[in-house]
């Protein structure tokens, strides 16, 4: 009997340890400094400077621009807030951004290697196809899980080195090439790894006058599990000014 | 001794023929050119540098000291759609997404995020559709096999 007693202990007690330790793992907060360049293809730029931050449990995005104007962007829920300088509420859109399919999200948990295609989800949009191995990357394509699917969805085929993921090709259900994403010069922050330059080249229909865009989007100074500016990662969004903008927006049209 | 290497070999083919495929068959889709990024995004450089060992300085302020800087470039005051594009999820996914994993719930949102963009509301309601299928076709399968050994066990 005081045999078994001790072995039951003796789980348990391991049992809290392996619990403890992964909850030790778990990153929650992440902020970089941020440089988005853009190049589109209608000819011309942008360039935004600032400062990004990432609560997972707020589940919001919050940049704090400088440049081309000091400007607070807030990706909260369905919908990205810009604020003036003064806090001012100036712009309200509608976005399908997800939380947890941000670079920062993904980071935080340890999922990038996959941009979380291998997700917990119960019904997968994607399986693997096939696995190859190239030039010391191995070379993973994706296709829709159901063939129903493939009028909408084409396939992904992702490229890792060291299990970092260094570039993503997507295809549209015809083949085409749609956007290539590359992941570069990863730094190591606490245990997260992240890229501090992602590369974006979307390409829109030619034959409809469409042209290539360029985003390259650099981070640096990040900083994980950072223990102070708790008001700017749940940076509040003036929702009493909404009413007022949407109208005004109405009244302003459709852009 | 014969027997042995023949089996020996058996076992070895089978155990290629599982493994997942490694054929040396890469794309050039996911090589970087970085010279043809570097050159698209030149002027841009030289500006996002300025900005870089300036802290603090505004688009205003260089158009009225620096000006050169932004010569040549078409430059949008737009941050909140570089955040936009920055924050998309690959292969246009989200509305197909929503209605598959969300149901009509995701549809729901779709049609009043998107006001009522038909071709957005499509996709997700096509990925509703899907899902529902799919958890049908799970319970019909599930029922199946539990009816089936309860009508054996009989």
Known sequence: MKYLVRIVLLMISLTLIGINSSIAQQFYRIKADVSIKEKLANGSSRLSVGTAYFDKLYGKIVYKFTFPKVETIIVQDTTVFSLDAKNKLTDARKALILPEFTIFHLALTNRLSDYGMKGENTYELYKIDKVEKKEGKVITTWIPNDPSLNKYLGSLVMSNNNKRLEAIAIYGPDNKLLSQQFFRKYVNVKGVEFPSQVTQLTYTIKESGGGDNIQQTTYSNIQVDQASENDIYRHPVPLSQLPALLKKQAAAGPK | ?154
Do not use: R
């Not at chain 2, 071709?119 to 096509?126: E, H, I, L, S």
């Open chain 2, 1 to 154: 001794m014969k027997k042995a290497l023949l089996l020996a070999s058996c076992f070895v083919l089978a155990l290629l023929t599982s493994l997942p495929s490694f054929a040396a068959d890469g794309t050039d889709d996911l090589k970087f050119d970085e010279q043809k990024v570097n050159a698209e995004l030149n002027k841009l450089n030289k500006l996002e540098q300025h900005v870089l060992t300036h802290e603090g300085v505004t688009l205003d302020e260089i158009s009225a000291s620096n000006s050169h800087l932004t010569e040549g470039i078409a430059l949008e005051v737009n941050s909140i759609a570089a955040v936009l594009a920055d924050g998309e999820l690959p292969a246009n996914i989200p509305p197909f997404w929503w209605g598959f994993c969300l149901g009509w719930v995701g549809l729901l949102v779709v049609y009043l995020i998107t006001d009522n963009d038909k071709p957005q509301v499509k996709k997700a309601f096509t990925g509703c559709l899907i899902s529902t299928g799919v958890v049908v076709l799970f319970y019909v399968v599930l029922y199946g096999l539990i009816l089936g050994n309860f009508g054996s066990g009989i």
